[in-house]
């Protein structure tokens, strides 16, 4: 879970809905089953509304025609709300006095060098050239191969492949070396083979930007675009070599990437790739067995790898380089950055230089800012709660498992020990020991410090952290998110679910929430999230974490059977005619989702009084949303289903729905009981 320019002209097309001038513009409007309301526009006041036929629109209405998207983003919904009061919270912390200890000041110190203009002014595009100009002197593959072995990390521009660590996925409580893909400009390898127009906005927002800053550095115009070219190039062909996003989306990825080759084996693959040198460059000890994620990545790579692609090469390390770099220079490069961000984001404005950098200070030195964060905002009564909701929906969930008819009593005793296994990690940890970074220093601006150096300082300090973790075992208990994330999440390496501070506020929760609310929300929420260790993705892991198979071969088909119906359903449905969803990829949170709601509703069946309506409603509002064209694109390509399929997609796989709202044959949110397609 983790994180990723020339002005785009744009076109009033219907209803004040303004997207790019992308090709053959559609009807947006011409969704089925339903209207998709998820883009900015689609729904006016004439739009006609019947719960019975599109719940989410009928509910939500008035909401989405009174959302006004927010300068300097690309959507607005509850969600979207929850976060812009976190980044509030976050910039006021910075606002006040310094704080004591010494990780919270190294926030407090970073953010003043981010805000510190004169100094960024000063230092300009110079530290970036001296980087630029280290690979333009490589003059042969072979002074290549020594920049990538001598040149530590934080001094590179960019990398031809990633190398890191991450858990085993067969042995969660070690880590190993692993080896993948490079990154591309347009993000997917498939945009390479037939682009499409939101990949093509991409390119061109990120051409314009790294060609400005080039000349800013001295290039002309002409050897500016040159590069772009070049550096387009390369990718063009390596790109059919690297897994596209579908493929990478997959459940089955877990698989493909499961390739293990002993030192030797991957020296033989490496060919005149540098590969085992960086590791040892970085402090990495020998190891005796690594994973190498694509094979085909790397013989390709191994394949352009020589003298006559050589500028080629360069100039995609100094494009990807100028291109991470842009957003720490100076005012004029951040200003185009926000510009070419915009084109690609359909937002428009600004966001303040405050909220900005708040928000890029707590995703850089996390665990000081979460410390922070806690101590200011979270509460030990609403984590008690929340803690006990979590251990009354686990329990629930028994029910689930149990009544899941094509399950043996094998493997469900298996799915119900995993289940009572999971590490439940709600809001911030009860301990801080374990996220301290005490061996970071840099200087703050009173002492001469400036942003560039304390950015690769902080390179530095994670690459050895990373050694010195990688020697030692895994530790399970450690919370590899923040607090301060907006967002929940389940880590199948850990069979851990994480309901996180920052998420549990606002409309998605408050101490004074009724009972339905609180189900509706925060606890369809963690729902989804327990049952992500049952999904397509999680359901491949044991209880320890292990990507394991505890299924019988029989239960194992009868599940995927149920996915492949879950992912046609999914194929059958467009956002607008002509454009269709990736039900290959949307199957394990749309499974979440279902799942999530089928244990809220569990619960909600032994309160007494329960009014289903304030739920239902509630639940409709979780998901809440309206974006620009290119963020419902971002959505389309994404393994979460749009707002409004979240919603009326998983409702309509329930009688207590159905029921409680009259809704029979021929109404657009009934869904005979063969058609349904909860996986649990």
Not at 116 to 125: E, F, I
Not at 179 to 190: G, I, P
Not at 460 to 469: F, G, P, S
Not at 629 to 656: F, K, M, W
Request: aromatic letters at 12%; a negative charge; charged letters at 25%.
């Amino acid at each position: 879970m983790k994180r990723f320019l020339s002005i785009l002209l744009t076109m009033v097309l219907f209803v004040s809905l303004c997207v790019p001038a992308f090709a053959d513009e559609p009807d947006y409007t011409s969704g089925t089953p339903w209207l998709c309301i998820d883009l900015d526009g689609t729904v006016t006041e004439d739009t006609p509304t019947d719960l019975r036929d599109n719940f989410i629109l009928a509910v939500e209405k008035e909401k989405l025609l009174s959302l006004r998207i927010p300068e300097g983003y690309s959507r607005i919904g509850t969600f979207t709300s929850v976060g812009l009061q976190q980044r509030e919270d976050v910039k006021n912390m910075f606002l006040g006095e310094a704080p004591e200890g010494h990780d919270t000041r190294l926030a407090y110190d970073l953010f003043r060098l981010m805000m510190d203009w004169d100094s960024r002014n000063a230092v300009g595009v110079a530290p970036l050239k001296a980087q630029v100009d280290a690979v333009e002197a490589i003059d042969s593959v072979d002074a290549l191969s020594a920049y990538f072995t001598e040149t530590p990390f934080a001094d590179r521009l960019a990398d031809l492949w990633t190398g890191n660590t991450r858990t085993d996925p067969i042995d969660s409580s070690r880590y190993i070396l692993y080896v993948s893909d490079c990154a591309l400009l347009m993000d997917d390898s498939a945009e390479y083979e037939k682009p499409t127009d939101y990949g093509t906005v991409k390119r061109d927002a990120r051409r314009g930007l790294v060609e400005k800053i080039l000349q800013k550095m001295g290039y002309s115009e002409a050897d500016a675009s040159q590069k772009v070219d070049n550096c387009l190039a390369f990718e063009t062909l390596i790109a059919p070599a690297m897994y596209t996003n579908e493929e990478r989306y997959r459940p089955d990825y877990y698989d493909r990437i499961r390739n293990y080759l002993t030192r030797d084996e991957l020296r033989q693959m490496q060919g005149r790739l540098p590969i085992l040198e960086t590791f040892s460059l970085a402090g990495f000890p020998e190891a005796e067995q690594y994973l190498l994620q694509n094979p085909a990545f790397v013989e390709k790579l191994n394949e352009l790898y020589t003298d006559e692609n050589l500028i080629l090469i360069k100039d995609y390390l100094i494009v990807h380089g100028v291109h991470s770099a842009a957003y720490y220079l100076d005012r004029e490069c951040y200003e185009w950055v926000v510009e070419g961000s915009n084109a690609i984001s359909g937002a428009s404005g600004t966001l303040s230089d405050e909220i900005a950098f708040s928000n890029d200070v707590s995703s850089t030195l996390s665990w000081p800012v979460a410390q922070l964060y806690t101590q200011t905002y979270l509460k030990q009564e609403d984590k008690d709660r929340i803690s006990d909701l979590v251990d009354e929906l686990i329990d629930a969930y028994h029910g689930i498992l149990e009544e899941a008819a094509f399950l043996s009593d094998t493997t469900r005793a298996a799915a119900i020990e995993k289940l009572d296994s999971i590490d439940r990690r709600v809001l911030f940890p009860d301990s801080w020991e374990k996220y301290s970074c005490e061996e970071l220093n840099f200087a703050g601006p009173e002492d001469g410090g400036t942003l560039w150096e304390a950015r690769r300082a902080i390179a530095e300090y994670q690459t050895a952290k990373t050694v010195r973790d990688y020697s030692g075992p895994v530790d399970k208990q450690k919370w590899d998110v923040t607090p301060h994330t907006v967002n929940c999440c389940y880590s199948p390496a850990n069979n851990s679910l994480m309901i996180l501070g920052a998420y549990a506020q606002g409309d998605n929760y408050s101490s004074d929430m009724s009972d339905e609310e609180l189900l509706g929300k925060i606890g369809a929420v963690i729902g989804h999230e327990i049952s992500h260790a049952f999904d397509a993705y999680g359901a491949q892991f044991d209880k320890d974490g292990n990507m394991a198979n505890w299924w019988t071969d029989e239960d194992y088909a009868a599940f995927q059977e149920r996915n492949q119906k879950l992912e046609d359903y999914f194929n059958a449905m467009h956002p607008w005619e002509g454009q269709d969803f990736h039900g290959s990829i949307m199957t394990g949170e749309a499974c979440a989702d279902m799942a999530g709601l089928k244990v809220a509703l569990r619960v909600a069946s032994e309160r007494e009084n329960f009014d289903y309506d304030v739920f239902f409603r509630a639940f409709a509002d979780l998901w809440i949303s309206k974006g620009t064209l290119q963020a419902v694109y971002r959505s389309i390509n994404d393994v979460h289903p749009l707002g409004y399929l979240r919603i009326n997609c998983t409702l309509q796989q329930y009688d207590e729905f159905l029921d409680f709202y009259g809704i029979t044959e021929g109404d657009g949110m009934y869904l005979a009981p063969a058609d349904r397609v909860n996986i649990w």
